[in-house]
Antibody, heavy 120, light 112 residues
């Protein structure tokens, strides 16, 4: 069974940093792209970033480009999202999701999410 | 960017009746391989989204056959043929034709 477990969320002041982690199990991690998708409280879904299975191709939403960095460690079956210069509008539940195949694909499954709150 | 829109914003349907959700993309998401790069998700309260359909009409394994997807090009539909109580949720469409990958704003389905 595929499992994705996010961690690292919390309360941070504007301008601060956080690193989210997503530990994966139940599949051959290096064969699949991994993504982060966020959901602001009471709002819809917003794709944030995707990293390829080889962890060499990376894509970002414009809203986070230059501030967030996605990375992956295939030896630890873990994908990370380093978030710097955080803003109030980054407040959201951050989901880790396995991409079905390649970069341009659907997400399945999703983790339970980790909550990031940016507030002073 | 490809903008995804959904209609209606919400709907209430009687148990056993049909629910229809529409999704429209701002440009075609039909690729030269004749596949529509569209997925549908169900998100129940307090839960992460769950994949229902991909390639616009392929049902994910384990998804009840009362859920079906149709459409091509820019116009798509998710149909729940006979609404059950457990189908109360918000439904999202997503295009994966190109980055940025984008979602529709969601349609909330309730019981009438």
């Amino acid at each position: 069974e595929v499992q994705l477990l996010e961690s690292g969320g919390g309360l941070v002041q504007p301008g601060g940093s956080l690193r989210l982690s997503c530990a994966a199990s139940g599949f051959t991690f290096s064969n699949y792209a991994m993504s982060w998708v966020r959901q602001a409280p009471g709002k819809g879904l917003e794709w944030v970033s995707t990293i390829s299975g080889g962890r060499t191709s990376i894509f970002y939403a414009e809203s986070v480009k230059g501030r967030f960095t996605i990375s992956g460690d295939n030896s630890k079956n873990t994908v990370y999202l380093q978030m710097n210069n955080l803003r109030a509008e980054d407040t959201a539940l951050y989901y880790c999701a396995k991409s079905a195949a390649g970069i341009n694909t659907w997400f399945d499954p999703w983790g339970q999410g980790t909550l990031v709150t940016v507030s002073s | 960017d490809i903008v995804m829109t959904q209609s209606p914003d919400s709907l209430a349907v009687s148990l056993g009746e049909r629910a229809t959700i529409n999704c429209k993309s701002s440009q075609t998401i039909l690729y030269s391989n004749n596949k529509n790069y569209l997925a549908w998700y169900q998100q129940k309260s307090g839960q992460p989204p769950k994949l229902l359909i991909y390639w616009a009409s392929t049902r994910e394994s384990g998804v009840p056959d009362r859920f079906s997807g149709s459409g091509s090009g820019t116009d798509f539909t998710l149909t729940i043929s006979s609404l059950q109580a457990e189908d109360v949720a918000v439904y999202y469409c997503q295009q994966y034709y190109t980055t940025p990958l984008t979602f529709g704003p969601g349609t909330k389905v309730d019981i009438k």
